[in-house]
């Protein structure tokens, strides 16, 4: 046998076979069209928060990112909770865990799948900032930073998304585990609302867990390695922690 063989990449092929179940149904082209319309009217018209980018005409885009960051907690939940849901509802995940391959190749395959989905999902949003580079002069060290934010909170709602989906055979209860958990992670730390009288080190101990104070340090331009190091942490505590709950069902 020639040993010099390229093995195939298994995680690759597994990657692939879910991007074009992804592709081969409606499901990611509607949410990314909902994500585009719903961005831009958010953008745009001030479809909430009150923001309505004719009425302040800032070249600003800082609440761009932010109205993209909290459709995100809603999509890629949404995206995630048929990747191992539907496979063990059909009993194929049985079948695909008989095949010479390790749990660290399913759960990366998919992982990445959800990850590029997710990132196709965004891709949109950059005529965003092109047309408004019309209007005024544009930051581009803010948008590289805001669009690595998003980068990496795709990555680290991909994982929590697949955990979830993981741990169930049911996609819906997949959602309704990595939806709460997605949004709880973005708003477990409200400034406003922490009440004068709680001691310093438990609002410093909510800031730091809060994935939107990351987030929005981020894509403010502030690129700090204790962001990054945030986001990169907790993607791989979830991916593993997807690797160990797969071990732990195939023994």
Known sequence: MNENVKKPNIAAIIMKRELSSYFSSPIAYIVICMNIIILSLAFFKGLFLGYNFFLYKSADLRILFLFQSILLTLFIPIITMRLFSEEKRTGSMETLMTLPLTEMNVVLG???????????VIAPSLFIPILISFCGKL???QIIAGYLGLILLSALFSTIGVFASSITKHQIVSLFISLPACAVLMSIY???SIPKSVPHFIDEFFKFLSTYEHFTSISHGIVDTRDIL????????FFCLTVVTQQKERS
């Open 139 to 141: 930051d581009f060290n």
């Open 190 to 192: 409200v400034p406003f």
């Open 230 to 237: 945030y986001f990169v942490c907790l993607t791989v505590f």
């Open 110 to 120: 998919k992982t990445l799948a959800a990850f590029v989905t997710s990132l196709i």
